[in-house]
C-alpha cells in the first residue's frame, strides 16, 4: 500500500508561485509513476496536469502548464514536488497527488494511478 499527503497548498495572487510537495509511505512508491491532478469546484472530474516516470526519465505536461509547471520526485525521501510558477486564475482548484502504473514502467499512465492523496486547496486571487 502506498499513502500520500499533499502539503503547500496556499493562496498567491496572479504571477505568484508555490511549491507542492507530496509526502509517501509505502515501499513501492519509488517504483510507481506520478502525478498531479486539480479539480474545481464544479467539475466532477479530476483533471491530470503534470506526471514523472518512476525514475524520472519521463515527464508530461498538459499544455496549459508548460513552461510553468515542474515536476520533480526524490525517491529517495519518498518526496514528489509541484513547482508551480507564475499562477494565473484559472489555475485554482485543488491539487492532488497520485501514483501508481507499471511497477518501474516509464509510462506515465493516469488512468492506472491507484493512490492518491487528501488534496491541497491553491487559490490565485488579486
Known amino acids: 500500500q502506498v499513502q500520500l499527503v499533499e502539503s503547500g497548498g496556499g493562496s498567491v495572487q496572479p504571477g505568484g508561485s508555490l511549491r507542492l510537495s507530496c509526502a509517501a509511505s509505502?515501499?513501492?512508491?519509488?517504483?510507481?509513476?506520478v502525478g498531479w491532478f486539480r479539480q474545481t469546484p464544479g467539475k466532477k472530474d479530476r483533471e491530470f496536469v503534470i506526471?514523472?516516470?518512476?525514475?524520472?526519465?519521463?515527464?508530461y505536461a498538459i499544455d496549459s502548464v508548460k513552461g510553468r509547471f515542474t515536476i520533480s520526485r526524490d525517491n529517495a525521501r519518498n518526496m514528489v514536488y509541484l513547482q508551480m510558477d507564475n499562477l494565473q486564475p484559472e489555475d485554482t482548484a485543488i491539487y492532488y497527488c497520485a501514483a501508481g502504473g507499471s511497477v518501474a514502467s516509464n509510462e506515465i499512465h493516469p488512468p492506472s494511478f491507484d493512490y492518491w492523496g487528501q488534496g491541497t486547496q491553491v487559490t490565485v486571487s488579486s
Open positions: 506526471g514523472i516516470s518512476w525514475g524520472g526519465a519521463n515527464r
Open positions: 509505502g515501499s513501492t512508491f519509488s517504483n510507481l509513476a
